[in-house]
């Protein structure tokens, strides 16, 4: 199982704090939050993503355990 947390925005605006996944990539775990959360696919994209605390590796694939976080870019002014 793969723990999902969300930040920034992301939280605000899907009003999601954290689901639990099984998912082996990123492309599956992207489609999960997807369904679960509601948040579209499109949108996760444009999110920074940490697995366990470090930035995510181009198709990097999930182990059991692991521990995804999206967070939405802010901007400011």
Same mark, same amino acid.
């Given at each position: 199982?793969? +723990?999902?947390?969300?930040? #920034?925005?992301?939280?605000?605006d899907s009003g /999601? %704090?954290?689901?639990?996944a099984e998912a #082996?990539?990123?492309?599956?775990?992207?489609?999960?939050?997807?369904?679960?959360? *509601?948040? $579209?696919? %499109? +949108?996760? %994209?444009?999110?920074? /993503?940490?697995?366990? *605390?470090?930035?995510?590796?181009?198709?990097? %694939?999930?182990?059991? #355990?692991?521990q995804v976080m999206?967070?939405? $870019?802010?901007? *400011? *002014?």
């Amino acid at each position: 199982m793969i +723990t999902v947390r969300f930040f #920034g925005l992301l939280r605000l605006d899907s009003g /999601v %704090k954290a689901l639990e996944a099984e998912a #082996g990539s990123m492309r599956a775990l992207y489609r999960e939050v997807e369904i679960k959360a *509601g948040i $579209p696919v %499109k +949108t996760l %994209k444009g999110c920074n /993503v940490f697995i366990n *605390g470090k930035p995510k590796k181009f198709n990097q %694939k999930l182990r059991d #355990g692991d521990q995804v976080m999206f967070l939405a $870019p802010s901007c *400011g *002014g």
